[in-house]
Protein backbone atom coordinates (compact mmCIF):
# COMPACT_ATOMS: atom_id res chain seq x y z
CA UNK A 1 0.00 0.00 0.00
CA UNK A 2 1.39 3.26 -0.95
CA UNK A 3 2.31 5.57 1.66
CA UNK A 4 1.61 9.24 1.90
CA UNK A 5 4.52 11.27 1.78
CA UNK A 6 2.81 14.79 2.03
CA UNK A 7 -1.14 15.60 1.60
CA UNK A 8 -3.56 18.62 2.12
CA UNK A 9 -7.03 17.41 2.85
CA UNK A 10 -10.04 17.87 -0.02
CA UNK A 11 -12.44 18.20 3.29
CA UNK A 12 -10.70 21.69 3.37
CA UNK A 13 -11.72 22.48 -0.28
CA UNK A 14 -13.93 25.58 -0.95
CA UNK A 15 -13.41 27.42 -4.19
CA UNK A 16 -12.13 26.09 -7.42
CA UNK A 17 -9.76 27.10 -10.37
CA UNK A 18 -11.13 26.36 -13.75
CA UNK A 19 -8.80 25.54 -16.52
CA UNK A 20 -9.27 25.46 -20.77
CA UNK A 21 -7.50 26.65 -23.77
CA UNK A 22 -5.12 29.45 -23.18
CA UNK A 23 -5.23 28.64 -19.41
CA UNK A 24 -1.66 28.81 -17.44
CA UNK A 25 0.28 26.31 -19.36
CA UNK A 26 1.36 24.78 -16.15
CA UNK A 27 -0.23 25.23 -12.26
CA UNK A 28 0.68 23.26 -9.10
CA UNK A 29 1.16 23.01 -5.19
CA UNK A 30 4.44 22.75 -3.70
CA UNK A 31 4.87 19.79 -1.19
CA UNK A 32 7.20 18.50 1.09
CA UNK A 33 8.89 14.91 0.31
CA UNK A 34 8.82 13.77 4.51
CA UNK A 35 11.02 11.08 4.71
CA UNK A 36 11.61 10.78 0.89
CA UNK A 37 11.45 7.54 -0.78
CA UNK A 38 10.57 6.13 -4.31
CA UNK A 39 7.43 8.01 -6.16
CA UNK A 40 4.31 5.92 -6.12
CA UNK A 41 1.65 8.47 -7.35
CA UNK A 42 -0.58 12.20 -6.58
CA UNK A 43 -3.78 12.98 -5.97
CA UNK A 44 -5.29 16.09 -6.84
CA UNK A 45 -8.87 16.94 -6.29
CA UNK A 46 -10.56 17.79 -9.99
CA UNK A 47 -14.00 17.68 -11.93
CA UNK A 48 -14.94 18.30 -15.10
CA UNK A 49 -16.95 21.30 -16.23
CA UNK A 50 -19.24 20.56 -19.42
CA UNK A 51 -17.44 18.38 -22.06
CA UNK A 52 -13.32 19.32 -21.45
CA UNK A 53 -10.99 17.76 -24.10
CA UNK A 54 -7.38 17.13 -23.78
CA UNK A 55 -5.23 15.23 -21.06
CA UNK A 56 -4.52 15.29 -17.69
CA UNK A 57 -1.31 14.42 -16.18
CA UNK A 58 0.88 15.74 -13.34
CA UNK A 59 4.78 16.67 -13.57
CA UNK A 60 7.13 16.60 -10.69
CA UNK A 61 9.07 19.60 -10.09
CA UNK A 62 12.32 20.67 -7.88
CA UNK A 63 11.47 23.38 -6.37
CA UNK A 64 12.76 26.88 -4.91
CA UNK A 65 11.84 30.00 -3.28
CA UNK A 66 10.65 29.91 0.23
CA UNK A 67 8.02 27.69 0.51
CA UNK A 68 4.86 28.27 1.76
CA UNK A 69 5.75 31.69 0.16
CA UNK A 70 7.75 32.43 -2.92
CA UNK A 71 8.26 28.95 -3.75
CA UNK A 72 8.14 28.11 -7.88
CA UNK A 73 9.48 24.99 -9.66
CA UNK A 74 12.24 25.24 -11.23
CA UNK A 75 14.58 23.19 -13.90
CA UNK A 76 12.98 20.39 -16.08
CA UNK A 77 10.22 18.30 -15.46
CA UNK A 78 11.57 15.53 -12.83
CA UNK A 79 9.39 12.65 -13.25
CA UNK A 80 5.86 12.57 -15.80
CA UNK A 81 2.74 10.60 -14.24
CA UNK A 82 0.36 8.19 -16.19
CA UNK A 83 -2.33 9.98 -18.33
CA UNK A 84 -6.27 9.66 -18.50
CA UNK A 85 -8.65 11.92 -20.46
CA UNK A 86 -9.79 14.82 -19.04
CA UNK A 87 -12.98 13.42 -20.43
CA UNK A 88 -13.27 10.73 -17.91
CA UNK A 89 -13.15 13.15 -15.19
CA UNK A 90 -16.32 13.44 -12.76
CA UNK A 91 -18.31 16.12 -13.10
CA UNK A 92 -18.29 16.52 -9.05
CA UNK A 93 -14.88 16.77 -7.39
CA UNK A 94 -12.96 13.81 -6.68
CA UNK A 95 -9.56 12.94 -5.88
CA UNK A 96 -7.93 11.41 -9.40
CA UNK A 97 -4.96 9.41 -8.51
CA UNK A 98 -2.25 9.07 -10.95
CA UNK A 99 0.86 6.85 -10.92
CA UNK A 100 4.57 7.20 -11.69
CA UNK A 101 5.51 4.32 -13.96
CA UNK A 102 8.93 2.97 -15.32
CA UNK A 103 11.50 5.59 -15.25
CA UNK A 104 9.85 8.45 -13.87
CA UNK A 105 9.20 6.84 -10.39
CA UNK A 106 12.23 8.92 -9.11
CA UNK A 107 13.12 8.76 -5.65
CA UNK A 108 12.38 12.12 -3.66
CA UNK A 109 14.80 12.92 -1.08
CA UNK A 110 14.07 13.59 2.61
CA UNK A 111 12.76 16.68 3.69
CA UNK A 112 13.09 18.44 0.42
CA UNK A 113 10.90 21.21 -1.14
CA UNK A 114 9.33 19.79 -4.79
CA UNK A 115 6.44 21.01 -7.11
CA UNK A 116 3.76 18.30 -7.99
CA UNK A 117 2.26 20.41 -10.91
CA UNK A 118 -1.20 19.91 -13.41
CA UNK A 119 -0.48 19.79 -16.85
CA UNK A 120 -2.64 22.25 -17.34
CA UNK A 121 -1.15 23.55 -21.01
CA UNK A 122 -2.68 19.73 -22.05
CA UNK A 123 -6.28 20.88 -21.05
CA UNK A 124 -8.46 22.06 -23.89
CA UNK A 125 -12.18 23.39 -24.02
CA UNK A 126 -13.83 26.67 -24.19
CA UNK A 127 -17.27 28.36 -23.22
CA UNK A 128 -18.81 25.93 -20.56
CA UNK A 129 -16.05 23.16 -21.17
CA UNK A 130 -13.31 23.53 -18.61
CA UNK A 131 -11.25 21.37 -15.30
CA UNK A 132 -11.57 22.34 -12.31
CA UNK A 133 -9.13 22.19 -9.53
CA UNK A 134 -10.41 22.30 -6.18
CA UNK A 135 -8.58 24.56 -3.65
CA UNK A 136 -8.73 25.99 -0.21
CA UNK A 137 -9.17 30.14 -0.29
CA UNK A 138 -9.96 30.73 3.06
CA UNK A 139 -6.65 30.93 5.42
CA UNK A 140 -5.29 27.83 4.78
CA UNK A 141 -2.61 25.85 5.97
CA UNK A 142 -0.83 23.66 3.82
CA UNK A 143 2.66 24.01 4.35
CA UNK A 144 3.99 24.84 0.64
CA UNK A 145 2.01 27.32 -1.70
CA UNK A 146 0.63 27.55 -5.07
CA UNK A 147 2.43 28.41 -8.73
CA UNK A 148 1.48 28.97 -12.12
CA UNK A 149 3.54 29.39 -14.99
CA UNK A 150 2.34 32.15 -17.64
CA UNK A 151 4.38 34.41 -19.47
CA UNK A 152 6.92 32.43 -20.17
CA UNK A 153 7.88 32.35 -16.21
CA UNK A 154 6.49 30.68 -13.00
CA UNK A 155 4.64 32.50 -10.48
CA UNK A 156 3.76 32.11 -6.86
CA UNK A 157 0.71 32.61 -5.03
CA UNK A 158 2.51 34.45 -2.45
CA UNK A 159 1.34 35.18 1.26
CA UNK A 160 -0.28 31.70 1.04
CA UNK A 161 -3.85 32.76 0.45
CA UNK A 162 -4.51 29.76 -1.67
CA UNK A 163 -3.60 26.09 -1.48
CA UNK A 164 -4.55 23.02 -3.61
CA UNK A 165 -5.53 19.98 -2.07
CA UNK A 166 -3.62 17.12 -2.58
CA UNK A 167 -1.34 13.41 -2.16
CA UNK A 168 2.24 12.48 -2.82
CA UNK A 169 2.66 8.85 -2.34
CA UNK A 170 5.71 7.05 -2.24
CA UNK A 171 6.47 3.15 -2.69
CA UNK A 172 5.44 0.94 -0.26
CA UNK A 173 8.09 -1.58 -1.21
CA UNK A 174 10.89 -3.28 1.07
CA UNK A 175 14.20 -3.47 -1.32
CA UNK A 176 16.34 -6.30 -0.34
CA UNK A 177 19.04 -4.20 0.34
CA UNK A 178 17.09 -1.71 2.75
CA UNK A 179 15.14 -4.15 5.23
CA UNK A 180 14.77 -7.40 7.03
CA UNK A 181 14.42 -10.28 4.20
CA UNK A 182 11.18 -11.78 4.22
CA UNK A 183 12.95 -14.86 6.49
CA UNK A 184 13.49 -12.58 9.12
CA UNK A 185 10.10 -10.63 8.82
CA UNK A 186 8.71 -10.21 12.66
CA UNK A 187 5.18 -12.56 12.81
CA UNK A 188 4.35 -14.26 15.91
CA UNK A 189 2.17 -16.93 13.33
CA UNK A 190 5.20 -17.85 11.92
CA UNK A 191 6.44 -20.74 13.65
CA UNK A 192 10.12 -20.11 12.69
CA UNK A 193 10.55 -16.47 13.04
CA UNK A 194 13.10 -14.91 15.28
CA UNK A 195 12.86 -14.25 18.34
CA UNK A 196 15.45 -11.14 19.72
CA UNK A 197 15.34 -8.86 22.63
CA UNK A 198 17.86 -5.82 23.12
CA UNK A 199 18.25 -5.22 26.87
CA UNK A 200 20.38 -2.17 28.45
CA UNK A 201 23.29 -3.61 30.89
CA UNK A 202 23.61 -1.64 34.03
CA UNK A 203 26.06 0.43 32.45
CA UNK A 204 23.60 1.97 29.87
CA UNK A 205 24.52 0.00 27.15
CA UNK A 206 22.40 -2.45 25.41
CA UNK A 207 23.34 -5.61 24.43
CA UNK A 208 21.62 -7.16 21.87
CA UNK A 209 20.73 -11.29 21.39
CA UNK A 210 19.45 -12.95 18.54
CA UNK A 211 18.26 -16.21 19.38
CA UNK A 212 16.96 -17.66 15.81
CA UNK A 213 18.70 -18.40 12.72
CA UNK A 214 21.27 -16.46 11.13
CA UNK A 215 18.55 -15.68 8.23
CA UNK A 216 17.63 -12.72 10.73
CA UNK A 217 19.90 -10.78 9.38
CA UNK A 218 20.10 -7.28 9.25
CA UNK A 219 21.93 -4.46 6.64
CA UNK A 220 21.79 -0.67 6.94
CA UNK A 221 18.66 1.31 5.84
CA UNK A 222 18.73 2.22 2.41
CA UNK A 223 18.27 6.27 2.07
CA UNK A 224 14.36 5.89 1.85
CA UNK A 225 14.59 3.80 5.01
CA UNK A 226 13.36 5.40 8.51
CA UNK A 227 15.99 4.58 10.93
CA UNK A 228 15.01 2.48 14.06
CA UNK A 229 17.03 3.08 17.51
CA UNK A 230 16.19 0.41 20.59
CA UNK A 231 18.65 1.91 22.53
CA UNK A 232 16.99 3.20 25.44
CA UNK A 233 17.78 6.35 27.35
CA UNK A 234 17.46 7.78 30.79
CA UNK A 235 14.00 9.84 29.10
CA UNK A 236 12.24 8.11 26.38
CA UNK A 237 11.87 11.27 24.92
CA UNK A 238 15.62 12.27 24.67
CA UNK A 239 17.76 11.20 21.64
CA UNK A 240 20.07 7.90 22.16
CA UNK A 241 23.32 9.31 22.63
CA UNK A 242 26.11 7.84 20.28
CA UNK A 243 27.64 5.15 22.86
CA UNK A 244 24.42 3.24 22.51
CA UNK A 245 24.11 0.24 19.35
CA UNK A 246 21.71 1.60 17.16
CA UNK A 247 19.89 -0.84 14.26
CA UNK A 248 19.13 0.83 11.08
CA UNK A 249 16.12 -1.40 9.57
CA UNK A 250 13.95 -0.65 6.55
CA UNK A 251 10.53 -0.59 7.44
CA UNK A 252 9.49 -2.24 10.56
CA UNK A 253 6.49 -3.98 11.16
CA UNK A 254 5.38 -6.43 13.96
CA UNK A 255 2.03 -8.28 13.32
CA UNK A 256 -0.59 -9.14 15.77
CA UNK A 257 -1.58 -13.01 15.96
CA UNK A 258 -2.67 -14.42 13.38
CA UNK A 259 -1.78 -11.90 10.99
CA UNK A 260 1.34 -11.41 8.57
CA UNK A 261 3.55 -8.69 8.36
CA UNK A 262 4.11 -9.41 4.67
CA UNK A 263 1.87 -7.95 1.81
CA UNK A 264 1.29 -4.67 2.40
CA UNK A 265 -0.90 -5.34 5.62
CA UNK A 266 -3.74 -2.89 7.20
CA UNK A 267 -2.58 -1.46 10.30
CA UNK A 268 -5.10 -2.83 12.06
CA UNK A 269 -3.18 -6.00 11.53
CA UNK A 270 -0.20 -4.61 12.76
CA UNK A 271 0.82 -3.88 16.82
CA UNK A 272 3.20 -1.87 15.51
CA UNK A 273 4.88 -0.05 11.95
CA UNK A 274 8.05 2.36 11.38
CA UNK A 275 5.49 3.25 8.79
CA UNK A 276 3.14 4.89 10.99
CA UNK A 277 3.82 7.45 14.06
CA UNK A 278 3.16 6.31 17.35
CA UNK A 279 3.00 8.48 20.66
CA UNK A 280 5.77 9.53 22.21
CA UNK A 281 5.74 9.11 25.98
CA UNK A 282 7.01 12.33 28.18
CA UNK A 283 6.24 12.22 31.87
CA UNK A 284 3.42 11.57 34.26
CA UNK A 285 2.90 13.81 36.39
CA UNK A 286 0.20 14.40 40.21
CA UNK A 287 -1.43 17.68 40.28
CA UNK A 288 -3.50 17.86 43.42
CA UNK A 289 -6.37 20.37 43.91
CA UNK A 290 -8.16 21.08 47.19
CA UNK A 291 -10.13 23.32 48.43
CA UNK A 292 -13.11 23.91 50.93
CA UNK A 293 -16.65 25.27 49.13
CA UNK A 294 -18.46 28.02 50.65
CA UNK A 295 -22.07 27.54 50.44
CA UNK A 296 -21.90 31.64 50.85
CA UNK A 297 -20.49 31.77 47.43
CA UNK A 298 -22.35 30.07 44.77
CA UNK A 299 -18.88 28.43 42.63
CA UNK A 300 -16.16 27.17 44.31
CA UNK A 301 -12.89 26.31 42.56
CA UNK A 302 -9.42 25.32 42.74
CA UNK A 303 -6.49 25.11 39.91
CA UNK A 304 -2.97 23.47 39.44
CA UNK A 305 -0.70 23.44 37.00
CA UNK A 306 2.28 21.12 35.84
CA UNK A 307 5.14 23.46 33.89
CA UNK A 308 6.26 20.85 30.36
CA UNK A 309 8.25 24.01 29.02
CA UNK A 310 8.38 22.36 25.47
CA UNK A 311 7.54 25.72 23.98
CA UNK A 312 4.75 23.62 21.79
CA UNK A 313 1.49 22.53 22.78
CA UNK A 314 1.99 18.69 23.67
CA UNK A 315 -0.25 16.13 23.17
CA UNK A 316 -1.32 15.13 26.43
CA UNK A 317 -4.29 13.55 28.29
CA UNK A 318 -5.56 13.98 31.45
CA UNK A 319 -7.75 12.03 34.18
CA UNK A 320 -8.99 13.26 37.63
CA UNK A 321 -10.15 11.60 40.75
CA UNK A 322 -12.55 13.81 42.39
CA UNK A 323 -12.63 13.16 46.82
CA UNK A 324 -10.77 10.01 46.06
CA UNK A 325 -13.18 8.03 43.42
CA UNK A 326 -12.26 6.71 40.19
CA UNK A 327 -10.33 8.14 37.73
CA UNK A 328 -12.14 9.96 34.96
CA UNK A 329 -11.30 11.34 31.73
CA UNK A 330 -10.87 15.06 31.90
CA UNK A 331 -12.45 17.72 31.28
CA UNK A 332 -15.20 15.70 32.38
CA UNK A 333 -18.70 17.07 34.77
CA UNK A 334 -20.67 15.52 37.42
CA UNK A 335 -23.46 16.48 39.89
CA UNK A 336 -24.63 15.48 43.30
CA UNK A 337 -28.21 16.28 44.49
CA UNK A 338 -27.44 20.01 45.57
CA UNK A 339 -24.74 20.68 43.48
CA UNK A 340 -22.80 20.25 40.10
CA UNK A 341 -18.58 19.90 40.28
CA UNK A 342 -16.54 19.67 36.71
CA UNK A 343 -13.09 19.40 36.08
CA UNK A 344 -11.03 21.10 32.75
CA UNK A 345 -7.68 21.25 31.21
CA UNK A 346 -5.88 23.84 29.39
CA UNK A 347 -2.69 23.57 27.32
CA UNK A 348 -0.21 26.26 26.88
CA UNK A 349 3.06 25.93 24.83
CA UNK A 350 5.02 26.02 28.56
CA UNK A 351 2.43 24.42 31.01
CA UNK A 352 -0.77 22.40 31.45
CA UNK A 353 -3.21 24.32 33.64
CA UNK A 354 -5.74 22.03 35.54
CA UNK A 355 -9.22 22.93 37.35
CA UNK A 356 -11.84 21.74 39.57
CA UNK A 357 -14.63 23.79 39.93
CA UNK A 358 -17.96 23.23 41.96
CA UNK A 359 -21.32 25.08 41.93
CA UNK A 360 -24.47 24.32 44.75
CA UNK A 361 -24.94 23.95 48.00
CA UNK A 362 -21.66 22.70 49.51
CA UNK A 363 -19.03 23.44 52.28
CA UNK A 364 -16.64 20.08 52.09
CA UNK A 365 -13.71 19.73 51.39
CA UNK A 366 -12.97 18.82 47.87
CA UNK A 367 -10.03 17.43 46.54
CA UNK A 368 -9.33 17.11 42.45
CA UNK A 369 -6.28 14.72 42.31
CA UNK A 370 -5.34 15.42 38.45
CA UNK A 371 -3.16 12.48 36.39
CA UNK A 372 -1.24 14.43 33.85
CA UNK A 373 0.10 11.96 30.47
CA UNK A 374 2.53 14.42 28.62
CA UNK A 375 3.64 13.06 25.02
CA UNK A 376 6.18 14.59 22.88
CA UNK A 377 4.09 14.68 19.93
CA UNK A 378 3.71 18.14 18.58
CA UNK A 379 0.38 19.54 18.10
CA UNK A 380 1.34 22.04 15.62
CA UNK A 381 -1.03 24.14 16.65
CA UNK A 382 -0.85 28.01 16.77
CA UNK B 1 5.76 -23.80 19.89
CA UNK B 2 7.46 -20.99 19.48
CA UNK B 3 6.63 -17.74 20.79
CA UNK B 4 9.02 -14.69 18.70
CA UNK B 5 9.12 -11.47 20.87
CA UNK B 6 10.78 -8.37 20.29
CA UNK B 7 11.35 -6.34 23.17
CA UNK B 8 13.05 -3.14 24.12
CA UNK B 9 13.86 -2.67 27.64
CA UNK B 10 14.19 0.92 29.55
CA UNK B 11 17.29 1.77 30.94
CA UNK B 12 18.22 -0.56 33.82
CA UNK B 13 15.94 -3.00 33.39
CA UNK B 14 16.15 -6.57 31.67
CA UNK B 15 14.26 -7.98 28.37
CA UNK B 16 13.46 -10.79 30.60
CA UNK B 17 11.33 -9.10 32.62
CA UNK B 18 7.74 -10.03 32.90
CA UNK B 19 6.74 -6.93 34.19
CA UNK B 20 5.37 -4.78 30.28
CA UNK B 21 5.81 -1.49 32.47
CA UNK B 22 9.56 -2.53 32.11
CA UNK B 23 9.49 -1.91 28.32
CA UNK B 24 9.88 0.89 25.95
CA UNK B 25 8.01 -1.91 23.13
CA UNK B 26 7.02 -5.23 23.49
CA UNK B 27 5.58 -7.32 21.15
CA UNK B 28 2.97 -8.93 23.36
CA UNK B 29 1.46 -5.34 23.31
CA UNK B 30 -0.41 -3.45 20.50
CA UNK B 31 0.79 0.46 20.44
CA UNK B 32 -1.04 2.81 19.17
CA UNK B 33 -0.69 3.76 15.70
CA UNK B 34 -1.22 7.18 14.43
CA UNK B 35 -2.73 6.34 10.93
CA UNK B 36 -3.09 10.03 10.56
CA UNK B 37 -2.92 13.27 11.67
CA UNK B 38 -4.34 16.76 10.44
CA UNK B 39 -5.26 19.69 11.39
CA UNK B 40 -9.31 21.11 10.02
CA UNK B 41 -9.86 24.76 10.21
CA UNK B 42 -13.33 25.92 10.95
CA UNK B 43 -15.24 29.11 10.99
CA UNK B 44 -17.88 28.80 13.98
CA UNK B 45 -21.34 30.44 12.98
CA UNK B 46 -22.17 33.55 15.43
CA UNK B 47 -24.33 33.05 18.57
CA UNK B 48 -25.35 28.83 17.70
CA UNK B 49 -24.55 25.96 19.37
CA UNK B 50 -24.21 22.76 18.34
CA UNK B 51 -22.51 23.09 14.90
CA UNK B 52 -21.29 19.90 13.50
CA UNK B 53 -18.22 19.75 11.18
CA UNK B 54 -17.23 16.57 9.61
CA UNK B 55 -14.09 15.20 8.00
CA UNK B 56 -13.49 12.63 5.90
CA UNK B 57 -11.20 9.83 8.14
CA UNK B 58 -10.23 7.12 4.81
CA UNK B 59 -10.11 4.57 6.64
CA UNK B 60 -12.14 1.07 6.19
CA UNK B 61 -12.61 0.60 9.79
CA UNK B 62 -14.31 3.02 12.02
CA UNK B 63 -11.39 4.56 14.21
CA UNK B 64 -10.60 6.11 17.65
CA UNK B 65 -10.03 9.86 16.92
CA UNK B 66 -8.71 12.02 19.71
CA UNK B 67 -8.80 15.95 18.84
CA UNK B 68 -7.62 19.71 20.61
CA UNK B 69 -8.89 22.83 19.40
CA UNK B 70 -7.63 26.26 19.53
CA UNK B 71 -9.03 29.31 18.95
CA UNK B 72 -7.54 32.45 16.67
CA UNK B 73 -6.35 34.63 18.57
CA UNK B 74 -6.24 32.83 21.97
CA UNK B 75 -2.49 30.88 23.00
CA UNK B 76 -3.95 27.90 24.56
CA UNK B 77 -5.37 24.43 23.20
CA UNK B 78 -8.08 23.23 24.86
CA UNK B 79 -10.10 19.31 24.46
CA UNK B 80 -13.21 18.25 24.08
CA UNK B 81 -15.97 18.30 26.32
CA UNK B 82 -14.88 21.73 28.08
CA UNK B 83 -15.14 25.50 27.30
CA UNK B 84 -12.00 27.24 26.18
CA UNK B 85 -11.14 29.36 29.40
CA UNK B 86 -11.01 33.08 29.22
CA UNK B 87 -10.56 33.78 33.26
CA UNK B 88 -10.16 32.06 36.29
CA UNK B 89 -10.78 32.56 40.06
CA UNK B 90 -11.21 30.70 42.77
CA UNK B 91 -14.78 32.13 43.92
CA UNK B 92 -15.59 32.94 40.63
CA UNK B 93 -14.68 29.34 38.81
CA UNK B 94 -13.49 29.53 34.87
CA UNK B 95 -15.20 31.97 33.02
CA UNK B 96 -15.72 30.62 28.94
CA UNK B 97 -14.59 33.01 25.99
CA UNK B 98 -18.00 31.82 24.86
CA UNK B 99 -16.65 28.67 22.68
CA UNK B 100 -17.18 24.92 23.54
CA UNK B 101 -15.65 22.12 22.13
CA UNK B 102 -18.86 19.75 22.68
CA UNK B 103 -17.29 16.42 21.47
CA UNK B 104 -15.75 14.50 18.67
CA UNK B 105 -16.95 11.41 17.28
CA UNK B 106 -16.33 8.74 14.78
CA UNK B 107 -18.44 6.52 11.99
CA UNK B 108 -17.37 4.39 9.30
CA UNK B 109 -16.97 7.69 6.89
CA UNK B 110 -16.59 10.66 8.66
CA UNK B 111 -14.99 12.40 11.99
CA UNK B 112 -17.31 14.86 13.13
CA UNK B 113 -16.68 17.87 15.38
CA UNK B 114 -19.40 19.81 17.15
CA UNK B 115 -18.56 22.98 19.05
CA UNK B 116 -20.97 25.70 20.42
CA UNK B 117 -20.42 29.57 19.86
CA UNK B 118 -22.22 32.11 22.34
CA UNK B 119 -20.11 35.17 20.65
CA UNK B 120 -22.01 37.52 18.17
CA UNK B 121 -19.32 37.44 15.63
CA UNK B 122 -17.97 34.19 13.78
CA UNK B 123 -14.95 32.46 16.06
CA UNK B 124 -12.08 30.50 13.39
CA UNK B 125 -10.87 27.40 15.75
CA UNK B 126 -8.58 25.19 14.42
CA UNK B 127 -8.78 21.13 15.24
CA UNK B 128 -5.81 19.04 15.27
CA UNK B 129 -6.88 15.48 15.57
CA UNK B 130 -5.26 12.31 15.49
CA UNK B 131 -6.60 8.94 13.84
CA UNK B 132 -5.72 6.10 15.81
CA UNK B 133 -6.68 2.72 16.51
CA UNK B 134 -9.48 0.76 15.19
CA UNK B 135 -12.87 1.03 17.63
CA UNK B 136 -15.10 -2.01 15.81
Not at chain 1, 200 to 219: D, H, L, M, N
Not at chain 1, 356 to 378: A, C, H, P, Q, Y
Not at chain 2, 97 to 108: E, H, I, L, P, Q
Request: some cysteine; overall charge negative; proline content about 6%.
Amino acid sequence: MPVILDSYSESNQDNSFTFQTGSPSGFGQSFDAGGGGVLNSASLYLKKNGSPGGIIRFFIYAHTGTYGDTGVPTGSILATSDQINASALSTSFALVNLTFSGGNKITLSASTKYFLVLDTASITGSGSDSVGVGEDASSPTAGGNIASFFSGAWHAFTGSTQDLPFYVYRDDAVSPSSSLSPSSSISPSASDSPSFSVSPSSSGSPSASISSSPSSSYSPSASNSPSSSVSPSSSPSSSPSPSHAQFELGIMRVAKDGKSALNNPAPTDLKFSSEYGTLKYFTKQAVHVQFTADPAVGVNSGKGSYSHNLNYYPYCEVYVSVNGGDYEYCPFAGSGATLLYSANVIISKTKIDVYGEVSGIDSSVWTFDFLIFVFKNDLHLS
Amino acid sequence: MIHPEFKVAKIGKRADSTNPNDFIFHSDYNTFKIIREDTKQITLAASTSDQSFTVPHNQIFIPLITAYAIQSGIAQVFLPNSVNIDSWGPKLGWTSTGVRFNYVKSDATNITFNFDNSNGTTIVVSVRFFVLEVVN
